[in-house]
């Protein structure tokens, strides 16, 4: 038990002791850490920036004005019925009209034109949303059935394919350069905590090797360096995630004009902020503690 | 008690540090070991405080058989030997009183048997009232009784000192000298390797000679000489 309290007491005597070489070590730490955030959230952005551009994309479906209800009705319980539909959202020539109106409320000549015409020239429509945009061919392959050729009018998809599908070419683009770019920041993280971790044991060599020939164990050696790992990877992830945390808090205005969402990344930090910070800081002591290790093994040969 | 027995230590085929050394050492024994650079003393040193295995023979060393000791009983080993090294090995980011508390730290022993101790072997070696200096805020004659006081601190039943005057000027040297011997007196061994022929001369104790890792003269009241007598 003495033993436990003096590797904690010296640790914290050390890093007091070797402060330029503390500093600059969670200095490092540090910037790796923002690295992985701007990366995270890079990836977070562009993946929430499709997922918004998809969500505008639907297949429309225009009913004709001469359906019966029961004929709608039985339009819209098929496509209901659909595995990939996740949503169909019926709207009666009543509500399409409205929508018209408020569409146009600023454009007079339309609206007067509209009143022109004694009876409701716009169809009931049914807005439907599959799981993924590749299954809006299978949509209107089934809605392309003789059985429905009077009922339903018109649907809009052709138009959102080509959209969608640059979005899926853009999406896998992305995808593919974030894991390359992940990787990259991964080996160039490694080589500079290996690196500064390295130093840092390297100036104190002499030290370990006296501890050594004065019967101190091998643990009794590595002990203060695994506290100070330890406490450089608690204090450099506490200040990456305040630094990080204001610093979205400045992008998201700008972020949110392409979101639609100005609280967009602080939301979705402080929902995610234990993970966020417990991966890091799991990720920052593997690092320091394999690398202190690797690098006081061949000092520890006395 | 030190004991070694047909002790060879090669380096690589033709380099051999030591070649079958026989020399045993009674408990309470002062003695010198001298001989020219490159002759196999720190070879000796490395041997006596396990840094390093011989290739053949044996040393027993307090009821140790350090030529099988273990890795992991290494630390408990040294505990029980002071060494005294020529560049004194302090630690530089700790105080006089934190390098010789260190020695009673690693072995686990309690605060307050710590606090009663270190003061009082720094007083024995004259440093009583230099506790809270660092190694850098002190003479070379100072470090070496910092390194001597550590040495002691755990009451060890041997001292190997590897040219403990060998920065130091003739008076600080002295100083040294007479440290060890009322160390001796008390009962303890000590095993000094030196090149200093005063410090030899004057001490009037056992003298062994090395010459290319092979003892070539071990006298019980011996003078400092490097050839065969």
């Not at chain 1, 399409?96 to 600023?106: C, G, N, T």
């Not at chain 2, 060879?8 to 003695?31: C, H, M, P, R």
């Not at chain 2, 040495?151 to 007479?178: C, F, W």
């Not at chain 2, 890792?213 to 071990?218: C, H, L, M, P, V």
Request: proline share 2%.
């Amino acid at each position: 038990m003495y033993s436990f309290f003096r590797i904690i007491s010296f640790a914290f005597q050390d890093m007091v002791r070797n402060i330029g070489l503390s500093c600059m070590t969670v200095f490092i730490l540090i910037l790796m850490l923002l690295s992985m955030n701007t990366l995270l959230f890079i990836r977070l952005v562009t993946t929430e920036a499709t997922a918004t551009v998809r969500d505008q994309i639907d297949v429309t479906v225009f009913l004709s004005d001469e359906a019966t209800g029961d004929e709608v009705d039985e339009v819209y319980t098929y496509i209901s019925s659909l595995p990939e539909v996740t949503q169909a959202v019926f709207k009666s020539s009543d509500e399409v009209l409205a929508d018209f109106r408020e569409l146009y409320k600023q454009n007079a000549d339309i609206l007067s034109s509209l009143d022109e015409l004694n009876e409701n020239p716009l169809g009931a429509t049914i807005i439907i949303k599959t799981t993924s945009p590749a299954d809006y061919a299978t949509i209107i392959e089934q809605l392309s059935v003789p059985e429905y050729d009077t009922i339903v009018e018109s649907k809009t998809f052709t138009d959102a394919q080509g959209a969608i599908e640059k979005i899926d070419a853009i999406t896998t683009s992305i995808e593919k350069f974030s894991v390359a770019l992940t990787a990259f920041f991964g080996i160039i993280a490694f080589l500079i905590i290996f690196n500064t971790v390295r130093v840092a044991i390297y100036t104190q060599r002499v030290e370990i090797s006296i501890k050594k020939l004065v019967g101190a164990t091998n643990w009794f050696v590595r002990g203060p360096y695994i506290c100070e790992s330890l406490f450089f990877s608690i204090l450099s992830t506490f200040i990456a995630v305040v630094i990080v945390y204001f610093t979205i808090g400045l992008l998201d205005p700008y972020i949110g004009v392409v979101l639609g969402n100005n609280t967009f990344l602080t939301n979705y930090y402080i929902s995610h902020i234990l993970s966020l910070a417990g991966v890091q800081f799991g990720i920052v002591f593997f690092l320091t503690l394999v690398s202190s290790m690797l690098a006081m093994r061949r000092y520890l040969r006395v | 008690m030190i004991q070694l027995q047909g002790i060879t230590k090669q380096y690589t085929k033709d380099s051999f540090g030591l070649q079958e050394v026989d020399l045993f050492i009674e408990a309470g024994e002062f003695v010198s070991v001298v001989g020219q650079s490159g002759t196999g003393k720190t070879t000796l040193i490395k041997l006596l405080i396990a840094e390093e295995k011989p290739t053949r023979g044996d040393i027993h060393i307090g009821g140790w058989d350090v030529t099988k000791i273990k890795d992991r009983d290494i630390p408990l080993f040294r505990r029980q030997i002071g060494v005294i090294f020529q560049d004194f090995k302090l630690l530089s980011k700790k105080t006089v009183r934190e390098n010789v508390a260190f020695a009673l730290q690693v072995a686990g022993e309690p605060y307050k048997r710590i606090r009663d101790i270190v003061p009082k072997v720094l007083d024995i070696v004259g440093l009583g009232h230099k506790m809270d200096r660092y190694p850098h805020q002190l003479s070379g004659g100072e470090q070496q009784r910092v390194v001597i006081a550590r040495s002691l601190v755990h009451r060890p039943k041997i001292i190997v000192a590897d040219e403990p005057t060998g920065n130091l000027d003739s008076i600080n040297t002295q100083e040294i000298m007479e440290i060890l011997k009322k160390i001796n007196a008390f009962g303890t061994t000590i095993v000094l390797v030196t090149h200093n022929r005063d410090v030899v001369n004057q001490l009037r104790k056992r003298v062994v000679v090395l010459q290319e890792g092979k003892i070539i003269s071990d006298e019980k009241h011996g003078k400092y000489h490097l050839s065969a007598t």
